[in-house]
């Protein structure tokens, strides 16, 4: 996208004024009628300025004037007259546009006018950003952090699927962020005005695993003093979490094969059946069809399952990610511990890409609280990071600068919450080197609000 469409019909005005934007850092296209102009903005490539004689052959600046504000009212168009538009630029600025230089005029004064343009232009996307976040926020859910491929098709699929009635099966290692998923999918249904309940099916004992899930009338065992309501009617309405779905007793797979084809249940002690309106998403860290082949998990149960499966990356392999994953905990860990969230040196990132997070989010998490607390990158053990060798990459200087420069932007971003204005102050760059950077790296600053 060009910083400015210049049009005039005079062709040494045109090289002129091409070389000042060059000498100025500002890319341009250049036209010679207003029809081409507009030719190329409804083909959607819309520079976020336009800069043009009133007085063109064919259509005239006025006139385009008025058809860019149908399109888009807030792209700024200034307009160049001759000595005696003056009154006809006025009229113009009424009718909407940014300003007005009469010729002869000065590459300076262009150039200022320009950038004060594009600043404004700037300004309001971001605002109309902004408030389409803020929007979003309503209706998103915990919010998954991350620009790489991998996360980026995730959300894509959580926002294809999440308004669904689809169960879903939740595959990672352990400290991906499942139950983040999970939650996530439940925030963006219709569902998300009732419970979000969640079960770790490996930290309940195998005896009261369906007491657990179904609930149990008064004296229906030993110590059933009372009735108690399960977690599947907890959840109606709802969406029920079964983590590590893998840990369930054979017996329990049974019985919950059965209540998701019916979508019935029956508390234990009662023969009162209580159908239930509820999304099942389930997680592990297994391969369940392997399982299935082992028989230590029913075949039947697995397919029930995967209707959908969503698969969440380790963080070994979305390594770009880690500098914001970790300045975002590390900002949550200060504000719950009363400490103020310091800046990592640039060895401390390349501990941090170079470690292999076994552990993964969950692993980087807890290094970014004890980084508040003890003002040092450790292990759980307190042992100091380091690159693991396995994983360490060997790179030229070309690549590790890049891969630096990358990380740097991406941390400054998430230092000032996408703004490009205080990131183009705290890196001390011009705006377009800054978006020609964050283009090069694929940074999407609004991943950062």
């Not at 689809?166 to 219709?190: F, P």
């Not at 499966?309 to 994953?325: F, G, H, M, N, S």
């Not at 949550?332 to 009363?338: E, L, T």
């Not at 969950?362 to 290094?367: G, H, I, K, T, V």
Request: with cysteine; charged share 25%.
């Amino acid at each position: 996208m060009s910083d400015v469409f210049f049009i005039d019909d005079e062709h040494d005005l045109r090289m002129a004024v091409e070389q000042s934007f060059e000498l100025a850092d500002l890319s341009a296209q250049f036209f010679a009628d207003a029809e081409s102009a507009l030719i190329a903005i409804q083909e959607g490539n819309i520079p976020k300025v336009v800069v043009s004689d009133i007085c063109l052959p064919g259509i005239s600046g006025e006139a385009m004037l008025a058809t860019i504000q149908k399109k888009d009212a807030n792209l700024p168009v200034i307009l160049i007259t001759g000595h005696g538009d003056i009154s006809m630029a006025v009229q113009a600025m009424h009718n909407g546009a940014y300003d007005f230089i009469e010729k002869p005029f000065g590459s300076e004064r262009l150039i200022e006018t320009v950038k004060r343009a594009i600043d404004k232009r700037q300004l309001l996307l971001e605002n109309k950003h902004l408030k389409i976040e803020l929007k979003a926020n309503k209706t998103l859910g915990p919010r998954i952090i991350g620009n790489t491929t991998s996360i980026e098709q995730l959300r894509q699929a959580i926002n294809h699927i999440a308004d669904t009635h689809a169960d879903i099966l939740l595959y990672g290692e352990t400290g991906t962020g499942k139950e983040l998923v999970a939650r996530s999918l439940h925030e963006q249904s219709s569902r998300r005005d009732q419970n979000f309940v969640a079960v770790n099916c490996g930290a309940v004992p195998e005896n009261l695993i369906e007491s657990e899930l179904y609930g149990h009338e008064k004296g229906a065992f030993t110590g059933a003093e009372s009735r108690r309501v399960g977690k599947f009617e907890y959840a109606n309405g709802g969406t029920l979490f079964l983590d590590e779905i893998e840990s369930m007793p054979m017996q329990a797979q049974i019985r919950l094969l059965r209540v998701l084809q019916e979508r019935h249940i029956e508390r234990i002690g009662s023969n009162q059946t209580i159908p239930i309106n509820i999304r099942i998403i389930a997680a592990t860290k297994t391969d369940l069809r392997q399982a299935s082949e082992q028989q230590i998990f029913r075949q039947d149960l697995y397919y029930r399952l995967n209707v959908v499966t969503l698969k969440l990356p380790p963080l070994r392999q979305r390594r770009e990610d880690i500098p914001a994953l970790f300045h975002h905990f590390l900002l949550v860990a200060a504000a719950r511990y009363g400490k103020t969230a310091t800046s990592l040196s640039t060895h401390d990132l390349q501990r941090l890409l170079g470690h292999d997070w076994p552990g993964n989010v969950r692993e980087l998490r807890n290094a970014a609280e004890r980084f508040v607390l003890l003002g040092k990158l450790s292990d759980l053990n307190g042992k100091i990071l380091e690159r693991s060798q396995a994983e360490a990459p060997i790179t030229g200087l070309v690549q590790q600068i890049a891969e630096f420069e990358k990380m740097l932007i991406e941390q400054t971003l998430a230092e000032v919450d996408g703004s490009i204005k205080l990131a183009m102050e705290n890196l001390k760059l011009p705006r377009k080197t800054l978006y020609d950077k964050m283009q090069r790296y694929q940074i999407d600053k609004d991943s950062y609000k």
